[in-house]
């Protein structure tokens, strides 16, 4: 079934971040995270669905994110290491765009 909405507004949310980091420099640095195949309420279905394996397997690194992904990415980009990134969408996929056994 497709997702229109959601796609859609994954989509806007990439945009709004360019368009505030626009608006927002020098002083403000704006980035989003697109996170792929986490454990969480929204993917539940899927894994129900589909299997976890499967998912997985959808991944170029063949596992589904860990809390430690996001959490990683989310102090990189709010730490001083991150001060020169602005107006990007950071995908946590582990692949999952790339690959070609993606279910997703």
């Not at 360019?18 to 980035?31: I, Q």
């Not at 969480?40 to 589904?64: C, D, K, P, Q, Y």
């Amino acid at each position: 079934l497709p997702a229109y909405a959601y796609s859609t507004s994954k989509a806007a949310v990439n945009m709004l971040s360019r368009h505030l980091a626009v608006s927002l420099a020098p002083n403000v640095t704006v980035n989003a995270i697109a996170p792929g195949p986490f454990r969480s309420r929204m993917m539940r279905g899927t894994f129900r669905a589909a299997g976890e394996e499967t998912v997985a397997a959808g991944t170029l690194l063949r596992r589904i994110g860990a809390p430690g992904d996001i959490c990683g990415a989310a102090l990189f980009l709010a730490s001083e290491a991150g001060s020169w990134v602005t107006g990007i969408t950071l995908s946590l996929d582990g692949g999952t765009l790339l690959s070609p056994n993606s279910s997703l």
